[in-house]
């Protein structure tokens, strides 16, 4: 079993940066993907980035190319995403996720395991 505690949420000026985490509670953490999606409010929960967590290779969505990273801290179980020149529509509720077989899938149903949710607001 994996929990996942997503943290770094908040209000931020457009072109501004923030960072969230995802900390995962399971003590070994090999063989699995992390990723982050969003879910603005009408709209179906879309891939921002993902990670393949024993090699570090990742995947983004076109939106957020140049814009975020997913670095991880492999001794402290995290994920972040590094976010960076904020645009008003990425607005969202993100959520983290991982599965247990690894890759850097942009699909929602190839992760088992999700966090809570953590809002990000851009403003104008």
């Known amino acids: 079993q994996v929990q996942l505690v997503e943290s770094g949420g908040g209000l931020v000026q457009a072109g501004g940066s923030l960072r969230l985490s995802c900390a995962a509670s399971?003590?070994?953490?090999?063989?699995?993907?992390m990723g982050w999606f969003h879910q603005a409010p009408g709209k179906d929960r879309e891939f921002v980035a993902a990670?393949?967590?024993?090699?570090?290779?990742?995947n983004y969505a076109d939106s957020v190319k140049g814009r975020f990273t997913i670095p991880r801290d492999i001794a402290k179980n995290t994920m972040y995403l590094q976010m960076s020149s904020l645009k008003p529509e990425d607005t969202a509720v993100y959520y983290c996720?991982?599965?247990?077989?690894?890759?850097?899938?942009?699909?929602?149903?190839?992760?088992?395991?999700w966090g809570q949710g953590t809002q990000v607001t851009v403003s104008s």
């Open positions: 399971v003590r070994r953490f090999r063989n699995y993907g």
């Open positions: 990670i393949n967590w024993s090699d570090s290779s990742a």
């Open positions: 996720a991982a599965n247990g077989f690894g890759g850097s899938s942009r699909l929602p149903h190839d992760y088992a395991y």
